[in-house]
């Protein structure tokens, strides 16, 4: 049960934002530039769209008008039929209008003009998790506002909708209860949530909570579709809400179910929890949650950005399909050092470290396949010719260098190499050039020495140019699994398809790399810690075994897969969905958006 003044106050807070002008009494906060898209104060000339949501206000003969780009996730006010003197401005609220940013871009008409606009501001603001609403205001001898733009969160269904129409009824968390009566939270394959309350009697209350910010707090949230039991029953539920606001860029909001009992001031709520519409969509909306929009990464990690930018295309949902445009159009310059890594990164998503360049080809391969765009296969090319610059034979007879210093040879650069070289080819028309380096890469990777007598590839070799007996990792096996597969898919040369098997059966049978059945990095045993970039790494494994699971039809792989998925969703994941590195379950454990992208490609399969 929780404490009366957290559960029972904060639902007295009204869930529908006011409008009209601002009352005296109510609160102005100052407020802090908030950068989506684009950072406040973007001038109206650059808006992407322009629509009009909500009706225009007069004020003694002006107009009043808000305009709105969802394009661009951001508005702007404006006046006219005024006079020198009149002003509009935007107010901001982020606790569903209690409170509001103030005068923001206030603008008054001068001379003998008869209008004026505001710049822009975001509506919006999912780096810090706050929903945010907005509307103009205007002063022309009173003042008038707009009513707030967007207080009902749309997506596939909105707020409010009847519970009548859920698709299906899950309960992700354990029911609470409060003097006898049962409160349960709900949720659906829409991701729509809604609350009951059960065996009580008339008067009993129910509502929703919803956080954005996975329930650290709740402004704006609180008492969502509270309802009464009515006379002569002993149950109710309340409508249902969403918990995504495609719109607003917020996915995996997080939900609980409070109640009160007629009798009692004090209130009861359920955890808090995120909906299951699919595995992968749980658990793609928990990783988008750590997306920053603005500097279009996960920050801050260059290399597993890539590959988590791939992950989520390996969801198949049509969904995020603007994280990949803004992903590339926003890292495509520059960065110094600091700004991405401690290397500079030079343009086109390349840096001295090879395979941290190879990484970002892989992911345009994907968003090619996935999109069709073919400036993503073009910057593919780009970033494969580069890795190529690498390939020396004078040293170990060829291979890639893992870095630009030409300290390594090792097994995940070449392993990115097979796949990026035998991609490029069989998305190129007329090609022969890419052809003959993937078959080239991938001979020389069958004679180097890196796959060890049991079918495990180690880290890369000697500087003698031998295996160097250095950890087996899961995502050098996955690499090679994934190499060979696209190789023999370029060739039609079965040699390199029974390769990628022989690695996969190896990995699925050695208790180096597989415990029980479940996947198992060597940092992932007793007391170890991954760093952030081994938390990754299992991930990539499924993702190429799933490839050659397609290529095969093999029901082992298929089995496999799923054991992983079925371990992950069952002993690895929290009621927030999110996903954490040891996916047999245990501790210590460790959670955070890299074991998110990791898991994430485990439950796709």
């Known amino acids: ?65 808000l305009h709105v780009s969802d394009r661009d996730g951001m508005a702007w006010g404006s006046i006219d039929n005024g006079v020198a003197g009149d002003s509009v401005w935007l107010d901001r609220s982020w606790d569903g209008g209690a409170s509001w940013e103030g005068l923001l871009g206030r603008a008054s008409i001068p001379g003998s003009w008869t209008g004026t606009r505001t710049l822009m501001y975001n509506v919006t603001d999912p780096v810090s998790h706050r929903r ?7 002063d022309a001898a009173a003042v008038t506002c707009t009513d707030w ?36 939270l709900h949720t659906d394959a829409n991701a729509m949530a809604w609350a009951s309350i059960e065996a009580g009697g008339p008067g009993d209350e129910v509502w929703l909570d919803r956080s954005w910010d996975s329930g650290v707090s709740w402004p704006g949230g609180s008492s969502l579709g509270r309802t009464a039991t009515p006379a002569g029953a002993n149950s109710v539920r309340s409508s249902m809400f969403a918990t995504r606001d495609p719109r ?21 709520c359920t955890a808090w929890a995120r909906p299951v519409p699919t595995r992968a969509r749980a658990a793609v909306d928990a990783l988008l949650y750590s997306y920053d929009p603005f500097t279009a990464w996960w920050p801050t990690s260059w290399w597993n950005s890539a590959t988590t930018l791939t992950a989520v295309m390996d969801s198949g949902i049509r969904d995020y399909d603007w994280v990949i445009a803004r992903t590339f159009d926003v890292n495509r310059g520059r960065f110094a050092a600091g700004q991405r890594g401690s290397d500079p990164i030079e343009g086109d998503f390349i840096s001295r470290s090879i395979d941290d360049s190879a990484w970002w080809g892989l992911a345009w391969v994907a968003a090619y396949d996935h999109t069709g765009d073919q400036r993503y296969l073009t910057m593919a090319t780009t970033i494969a010719t580069y890795v190529h610059q690498y390939w020396d034979t004078r040293t170990c007879g060829g291979g890639v260098w893992w870095d630009r210093e030409r300290t390594y040879k090792n097994a995940v650069t070449n392993g990115q190499y097979l796949r990026l070289t035998a991609s490029i080819h069989r998305r190129t028309s007329g090609d022969s050039v890419w052809l003959q380096r993937a078959r080239t890469a991938a001979d020389w990777y069958l004679n180097s020495g890196l796959i060890s007598s049991s079918g495990l590839v180690n880290d890369g070799l000697t500087g003698d140019c031998r295996n160097n007996g250095q950890t087996v990792w899961t995502y050098n096996q996955g690499l090679g699994i994934g190499g060979f597969v696209e190789v023999w898919r370029a060739t039609g040369d079965t040699r390199y398809l029974d390769t990628a098997k022989r690695l996969a059966d190896s990995a699925i049978a050695s208790p180096v790399l597989t415990r029980g059945g479940v996947l198992t990095e060597s940092c992932d045993v ?51 969905n999110r996903i954490g590195q040891r996916w047999a379950g245990g501790t210590p454990n460790q959670v955070d958006w890299r074991t998110q992208a990791s898991g994430l490609n485990a439950v796709i399969g």
């Open 526 to 576: 007793g007391s170890n810690s991954c760093d952030d970039n081994q938390k990754q790494f299992k991930g990539i494994f499924v993702r190429y075994l799933n490839d050659l699971a397609r290529a095969t039809n093999s029901a082992a792989y298929q089995r496999f897969a799923r054991q992983q998925s079925d371990s992950v969703w069952a002993n690895d994941r929290d009621a927030l």
């Open 149 to 184: 733009i967007y207080p009902t969160v749309c997506d596939v269904l909105c707020d409010r909708t009847s519970a009548g129409q859920a698709n299906g009824d899950v309960q992700p968390v354990p029911p609470t209860t409060l003097y006898g009566r049962v409160i349960r």
């Open 1 to 65: 049960m929780l404490n009366f003044f957290v559960a029972f106050l904060v639902a007295l807070v009204p869930s529908a934002p006011p409008s009209g002008p601002p009352p005296s009494t109510l609160p102005v906060v100052a407020a802090a530039v908030v950068c989506v898209l684009s950072c406040d104060t973007l001038d109206p000339s650059k808006a992407g769209q322009e629509t009009f949501p909500v009706p225009e206000k007069q004020i003694n003969g002006r107009r009043l008008v």
């Open 248 to 268: 607003g860029r917020h996915y995996g909001g997080a939900v609980r179910a409070c109640g009160r009992e007629a009798a009692h001031q004090e209130g009861s």
């Open 132 to 138: 945010g609403l907005l509307r103009a205001c205007g």
